[in-house]
């Protein structure tokens, strides 16, 4: 019930293309939905973050795409670039006052590559 | 602003030792937070720190451990290694979350740890 599964493990894409990745959660008490971004040698990077109230939030080319009922969300790069090739992460949250501390699940990842 | 900071970047241990990771969270950042991540496992949890108290901890056997100092700074401890824990070792900061949701957690670039 902890579990983040995340899909596709990786994914090439065309420069220009939208990059979509997917992630899947059973537990309907997470209440924080963010993605990260990871270049080689580096940290994660909080790319956007949705809390289940909303839909959809968008961030630049960025959008992120929120279906409470499927308990799934998802993340859309628009007009991907080659800059854009990293591994992206969804993870999730349970509410502060369950877990008593800032603690995220994490999917596996998703190598993204776009093709110049 | 300085981003988080961990020291050292790369650890070369042999099994049985223990070793010390480091890390300086942003400035005005109270709660750190330290991950494991593994091309097996993925981003695990570790613990979570904020004024000193650990306030949450991960599936980790007693042998991972850690502390907080009263400038936020954090320590984590790794006691008699094993070649399962090579890893990188990710530290994160992020601010006293003063609604009840959770703020972003801002990762530092790891400390890269090789158990042989």
């Known amino acids: 019930q902890q579990q983040v599964k995340q899909s596709p493990q990786s994914l090439i894409v065309q420069k220009g293309g939208i990059s979509i990745i997917n992630c899947a959660y059973e537990n309907t008490a997470f209440d924080y939905f963010p993605w990260y971004q990871q270049f080689p040698g580096k940290g994660p990077a909080l790319l956007i973050a949705?809390?289940?109230?909303?839909s959809e939030k968008k961030e630049g080319r960025f959008t992120i795409s929120f279906n409470k009922s499927a308990k799934q969300f998802s993340l859309h790069i628009m007009d991907s670039q080659p800059g854009d090739s990293a591994t992206y992460f969804c993870a999730a949250s349970l509410p502060l006052i369950i877990q008593g501390a800032q603690k995220l699940v994490f999917g596996q990842g998703t190598r993204l590559t776009i093709n110049p | 602003k300085a981003g988080v900071t961990q020291t050292p970047r790369y650890l070369i241990k042999t099994r049985g030792q223990q070793v010390t990771l480091s890390c300086s969270p942003i400035s005005g950042h109270r709660s750190v937070s330290w991950y494991q991540q593994t091309p097996g496992q993925g981003l695990q949890f570790l613990f979570e720190?904020?004024?000193?108290?650990?306030?949450n901890k991960g599936n980790f056997p007693g042998r991972f451990s850690g502390r907080q100092f009263s400038n936020s700074r954090s320590e984590m401890n790794v006691s008699t290694l094993e070649l399962g824990d090579s890893a990188l070792y990710l530290c994160?900061?992020?601010?006293?979350?003063?609604?009840?949701?959770?703020?972003?957690?801002?990762f530092g670039n790891g400390t890269r740890l090789t158990v042989t």
């Open positions: 949705i809390r289940p109230d909303v």
């Open positions: 994160a900061s992020s601010l006293y979350p003063s609604d009840g949701y959770n703020s972003p957690l801002h």
């Open positions: 720190y904020f004024s000193e108290t650990q306030r």
